[in-house]
């Protein structure tokens, strides 16, 4: 692993600061030095050293994506996801897991799975190099109930292997669930605290009763474990604010009383709406058969629009937003997250600085590595990125791979820059 020295570039460090020029020296897995130009000290080039000089381009801490799917396969159904057989499927989630890495998402909040042990195999084999992708937190299926979100059975192949969700019926049954995922090495349970209608089952209903909500939070912290939920129902946003349920995906429909609930332990909780879904649900999935009309009689217009007014209202509360927008359907492919930030400037109105920080600090303490990484400075890890263009100016650049000239993880480009040698210094150059 060389020393890797990045000079004349427009440092975005994640503080919230405006962009500055300046140099970013990488040491191993960190970074050891971020020197302003305006700071009278340009940082010594020490032996063996790779500079790069950015000219100008933009270089910004990686991001990270909050709600993540790598299992679900660009598919149009739950079934066509589940369906496909085991041995491809982990080939799939391996080639999904360096496509996010290309797209320059170096961290990943896995959201569910759709096989038992899919996250957990596939995160282990990025920790140890057997394949290429972004550190990763593994989810567990979707725990559901008979006849819930999630509940693929037919009533002939009643046996729940064959569910896309891990199907539970009372406490006991909950607590074995939870039970059997921490013993696969999951880093969180995902439950489906209320429905989807695409499913049939419509969003603002609920599924679970307080006592099984109550076993599954209670079993996963005994075993230090997070909970994450699937909550677009006003009930379900309150229930994870009482049970303490810490990641929470949609909270489309939230009433006032929500609202302050979220507002009163905004510290305890991450909002991932995950928009995507929403807004190409009801505008660009006629080729699957769900037209805007058929969008609008599922109810998915008038959730978009819950969604954005209640998203609103928690960035106004300081509540934390971050991005991942159930991507990996059919009409929300892998490799288009960075959609999700133009969404927030576009739809919640938030600022294009509040749009890059939702992708970087702010998923930070999501990733449980706050001062680790999202932001470029002294001691973080070398999670970085240098863009070509300017995302305060138009957040869009980032969904262009070509824009992305260098992606680098743990202090190793995983894409570089051309490079050539300066005979001048004897130190290599990117060949701008």
Not at 74 to 101: F, G, K, N, T
Not at 211 to 226: H, I, N
Not at 267 to 277: N, Q, R, S, V
Not at 361 to 379: C, S, Y
Request: glycine share 10%.
């Amino acid at each position: 692993m060389a020393d890797v020295l990045f000079t004349n570039a427009r440092i975005f460090d994640g503080s919230g600061a405006q962009p500055f020029r300046g140099e970013v020296l990488v040491q191993g897995k960190r970074i050891s030095r971020v020197t302003p130009a305006t700071g009278g000290v340009r940082t010594a080039p020490v032996g063996g050293v790779t500079v790069v000089d950015a000219a100008g381009a933009f270089l910004m801490p990686g991001m990270v994506e909050a709600h993540t799917h790598f299992a679900w396969n660009d598919q149009p159904s739950l079934d066509a996801i589940q369906r496909m057989p085991p041995e491809e499927h982990i080939l799939w989630c391996a080639q999904v897991a360096e496509r996010y890495l290309d797209m320059g998402w170096t961290s990943c909040v896995g959201a569910a799975t759709a096989k038992p042990r899919l996250d957990v195999v596939i995160r282990n084999a990025i920790n140890d190099g057997t394949i290429i992708g972004p550190r990763y937190l593994a989810a567990s299926q979707e725990i559901t109930v008979p006849g819930g979100l999630g509940d693929t059975t037919q009533p002939h192949l009643p046996q729940p292997e064959f569910a896309f969700g891990a199907i539970v019926s009372g406490c006991e049954d909950m607590r074995r669930c939870v039970r059997v995922f921490c013993k696969y090495g999951v880093d969180s349970l995902k439950i489906n605290l209320s429905g989807e209608s695409i499913t049939g089952m419509p969003s603002e209903a609920s599924q679970f009763t307080e006592a099984e909500v109550a076993t599954c939070v209670e079993e996963a912290k005994a075993w230090g474990k997070r909970v994450a939920a699937h909550a677009r129902s006003t009930q379900s946003i309150k229930r994870c604010v009482h049970h303490g349920i810490e990641v929470i995906y949609h909270a489309s429909f939230a009433d006032e009383e929500a609202l302050d609930l979220l507002e009163e332990h905004k510290k305890e909780h991450f909002i991932a709406p995950g928009l995507a879904w929403l807004i190409n649900t009801c505008h660009h999935a006629g080729e699957y058969g769900i037209t805007p009309q058929v969008a609008r009689g599922m109810g998915y217009f008038r959730e978009l629009e819950a969604a954005i007014e209640t998203m609103k209202a928690l960035r106004r509360r300081d509540v934390r937003i971050l991005p991942g927008g159930d991507y990996g359907f059919a009409w929300t492919p892998h490799g288009t997250n960075a959609k999700d930030l133009e969404y927030f400037v576009q739809h919640v109105g938030m600022s294009t600085m509040e749009a890059l920080l939702s992708a970087t600090a702010w998923g930070a303490p999501m990733m449980k590595l706050k001062n680790q990484i999202g932001q470029v400075r002294e001691g973080c890890l070398a999670d970085l990125l240098l863009v070509d263009g300017d995302p305060l100016e138009d957040i869009a650049v980032l969904q262009d791979k070509r824009r992305l000239l260098a992606v680098m993880k743990d202090g190793e480009f995983h894409r570089a820059p051309p490079l050539r040698r300066d005979a001048h210094t004897q130190h290599t150059r990117w060949a701008a």
